[in-house]
């Protein structure tokens, strides 16, 4: 019994250390111990606000755009009068030079038109020379007065005179079909390549559409090139006729050509709203060839009553496009029209001057009429 008694003894002697111990860790908890040092809270200083003093300066820039190479000269060659093809003298990738003999054509018909001719210029021939004798011997004399009467004077004169008028007549005619002869041979207007070459001897040849559809050669000058650009609207105030642009083909891509803007449409094509313009391109060791397609870098000449802003200080907002100037650390939204943007950088137009703060970053959030006091200018 004493042994029982005791064992229940100590068990309750613990379970009171532990009420004990419970309640004093709540209440520490509930009573934590006071700290004396102050919590110290850092207020952040508001960012600089960053501008810039506006300035005129030159916006460099370039675009590129494609282009095409086309012969300086280009031109299709048609028989002029109807015939038959007696000799081809030159074949397709055949080099010429201006005046060399392409092609011989025959036509008997025009052999007989020009016998025809030359005898008729001949028979009139002698028919004058022989009235103008006859005028002669009655003028010598007529200085005999009373020889030879007025009326047959003039009569023979107006012979005369009829005589050489069907003379000139016929020797016109004559070299009408001569120079119809020459037709018979093709030559080369000027140097260049035969590209084309459509008919074979003995081939029935004429004008267009009257024997020949296809023209008999086609011949372009290599040596000189045209590059041609369509330049879009918006790029043309900033071209220059003085400008020299430069342009790659695929084919010889590593290789760089230099050009000089030559000529100007001077108007705007009506559908695709741009303006045509041409550079001439030596090609003397015909590397470059006609039909090539070329992307060609244009630069843009600077406009010097422009401004060259960041393009991040342009505000497009929905009411319009803007930069915010300060003025006595106050915001104002100044409506501009923007120009070219090129490399970050921006063309400015509108009431604007030299020396105004513009701030760089433009934002909606930063309010018109606004104050700013932490303005930094770099």
């Not at 004429?206 to 918006?234: D, M, W, Y």
């Not at 401004?307 to 929905?318: E, R």
Request: with cysteine.
């Amino acid at each position: 019994m004493k042994y029982i008694f005791a064992q229940r003894t100590y068990v309750t002697g613990i379970f009171g250390l532990f009420v004990i111990f419970l309640f004093v860790s709540c209440n520490n908890e509930k009573n934590p111990k006071p700290n004396n040092e102050k919590e110290k809270v850092e207020i952040a200083k508001p960012a600089d606000v960053e501008a810039f003093v506006l300035s005129k300066s030159n916006l460099t820039s370039t675009v590129k755009i494609p282009g095409e190479l086309i012969a300086f000269q280009q031109v299709d060659l048609y028989a002029k009068v109807n015939s038959y093809i007696k000799k081809m003298q030159v074949d397709v990738g055949s080099e010429v030079k201006a005046g060399q003999l392409l092609a011989e054509l025959e036509a008997p018909e025009i052999n007989a038109q020009l016998s025809a001719a030359d005898s008729k210029f001949k028979s009139q021939e002698a028919i004058y020379f022989a009235s103008k004798a006859t005028y002669d011997r009655l003028f010598e004399t007529n200085k005999t007065p009373g020889t030879i009467s007025k009326n047959d004077l003039d009569q023979a004169n107006a012979k005369q005179k009829s005589d050489l008028a069907q003379l000139e007549a016929a020797k016109s005619n004559y070299q009408e079909i001569l120079n119809t002869k020459d037709y018979l041979q093709i030559r080369a207007p000027f140097s260049g390549v035969i590209t084309v070459r459509n008919v074979s001897a003995g081939a029935y040849v004429g004008p267009s559409g009257k024997g020949s559809e296809l023209p008999l050669f086609t011949l372009q000058e290599h040596n000189k090139l045209r590059l041609i650009v369509s330049v879009p609207e918006a790029y043309t105030a900033y071209i220059s006729s003085k400008s020299e642009v430069s342009f790659s083909v695929n084919l010889i891509s590593s290789e760089k050509y230099k050009a000089k803007i030559a000529r100007l449409a001077g108007a705007l094509d009506t559908k695709l709203r741009s303006q045509h313009i041409e550079m001439d391109v030596v090609n003397e060791n015909h590397k470059l060839l006609p039909g090539m397609v070329a992307e060609v870098s244009i630069p843009l000449t600077a406009n010097a009553n422009a401004y060259i802003v960041p393009a991040s200080a342009v505000l497009n907002s929905t009411t319009g496009v803007f930069v915010i100037s300060i003025h006595q650390k106050t915001n104002n939204w100044v409506p501009i029209k923007s120009g070219r943007t090129y490399d970050g950088r921006t063309e400015i137009f509108g009431a604007l001057t030299s020396g105004d703060t513009i701030l760089t970053k433009a934002s909606e959030e930063v309010r018109n009429g606004t104050v700013i006091n932490n303005l930094f200018i770099k």
